[in-house]
């Protein structure tokens, strides 16, 4: 059986690929340009300028230009946003990066967290009722699953 390779050494399918599921908005762990030098610093930060901000202490990216953040769509139609300080999306439009540096840091410590923490209580039934409707006795598949057991 030379030649071929081992089970489960196919082409490849997810070699190399990382994901940044355990990395948290503002931390910028995992980021490419982050850990490539030749990338490092360069373009504006995704965070700063969010109603979260950054909380990178050492970020490599540029906080010169805070309304590069797209603002958050909720905040705008209805004026509110459940996720609050959280929100990793624009509330206000800044007129200078002066201003957002400001703003952080006059906010009381541990606002973020509370924004979270009132967020993931707010909408907890909405999760749980997904979660339930998703985990019915048709499988992982839902209606999909029984539509195709029955071909």
């Known amino acids: 059986m030379e030649g071929k390779p081992a089970k489960g ?5 997810g070699v190399g690929k990382s994901s940044d599921k355990g990395a948290k908005a503002g931390d910028h762990k995992g980021a490419k340009a982050a850990s490539d030098p030749k990338t490092a610093g360069e373009g504006p930060c995704k965070f700063f300028g969010s109603a979260k901000g950054c909380s990178n202490e050492s970020c490599p990216f540029s906080h010169a ?4 953040v797209p603002p958050c769509s909720f905040k705008q139609r209805s004026g509110r946003c459940d996720k609050g300080e959280a929100c990793t999306f624009r ?8 201003e957002a ?6 906010r009381e410590k541990g606002a973020v967290e509370l924004g979270t ?5 707010l909408h907890r039934d909405i999760a749980g ?3 339930s409707a998703t985990s019915s006795t048709s499988g992982r598949h839902g209606k999909q ?7």
């Open 145 to 151: 699953g029984v539509a195709l057991a029955e071909r």
């Open 101 to 106: 540096k400001r703003h952080y840091a006059s």
């Open 91 to 98: 509330h206000v439009p800044w007129s200078s990066a002066e």
């Open 65 to 68: 230009a805070p309304n590069s």
């Open 129 to 131: 009722a997904k979660d």
């Open 9 to 13: 050494k196919g082409k490849g399918k």
């Open 117 to 121: 923490q009132r967020y993931k209580e």
